[in-house]
């Protein structure tokens, strides 16, 4: 079965310090898919990224930066230079790969990042 | 472009009452998910529709939970007989799919249930 952790339930961090968002995960597929989804207060969830199992490239958008290590099943997030608005919850997620199994997202419990002015 | 709209955003019922919510995809996604979520939890997978065909349904989905998509368009979730229990968070989400997994789903605003 598919299972997410994310460790630290919440982030407090002052504006402009970098914060780095930890997700673990288990999955006995070899393919399989990754994301990460922002849920700012007003409760809807905003898509961030999706990365294959294949891809294991670090990738850098903006402020916005992902730490994929197959070897440890991690797919890390961080914000630099974080900004008040970035104070959200933030979802790792994982998906199989095979439509057999749904294409469901089995989401972790999430990080709550508080980002003080 | 229009996203995932949900209605109603806020329920609020009696236990022992039915509910039910609607939600209406992206236009052109031919997949679309109900998920729940509870406070303080991230959501949880309820059940899976490609096209009009409901193709997985969790075990959350208990006999009082039942959901369509008729005509592969918009998609609505029925809850029977309500209970304390129900009280979350319901999110829709959509994807266009080809074959396999792993779409990005889009997510709606959600539905906040409160059972009295």
């Known amino acids: 079965a598919q299972k997410v952790t994310q460790a630290q339930t919440e982030i407090s961090v002052v504006e402009k310090e970098d914060v780095t968002l930890d997700c673990v995960y288990e999955t006995r597929d070899t393919t399989y898919y990754l994301f990460w989804y922002k849920q700012p207060p007003s409760g809807e969830l905003v898509f961030l990224i999706r990365r294959n199992s294949f891809d294991e490239q670090n990738e850098i958008s903006g402020r916005y930066s992902w730490n994929f290590q197959k070897s440890t099943s991690s797919f890390n997030f961080t914000i630099t230079a974080s900004q008040v608005v970035d104070s959200a919850v933030y979802f790792c997620a994982l998906s199989e790969a095979f439509e057999a199994a749904g294409n469901k997202l089995t989401f972790g419990g999430g990080t709550r990042v508080l980002v003080k002015p | ?116």
């Not at chain 2, 996203?3 to 009696?14: A, E, L, N």
């Open chain 2, 1 to 116: 472009d229009t996203g995932v709209s949900q209605d109603p955003r806020h329920k609020i019922t009696k236990r022992g009452q039915n509910v039910t919510f609607r939600c209406d995809p992206i236009s052109e996604h031919n997949r679309l998910y109900w998920y729940r979520q509870t406070l303080g939890q991230g959501p949880e997978f309820l059940t899976y529709f490609q096209n009009e065909a409901q193709l997985e349904k969790s075990r959350l989905l208990s006999d009082r939970f039942s959901a369509e998509r008729p005509k592969g368009s918009f998609s609505t979730l029925e809850i029977q007989r309500t209970e304390q229990g129900d009280s979350a968070m319901y999110l829709c989400a959509s994807s266009l799919g080809t074959s396999g997994g792993g779409d990005t789903q889009y997510f709606g605003p959600g539905t906040r249930l409160t059972v009295l």
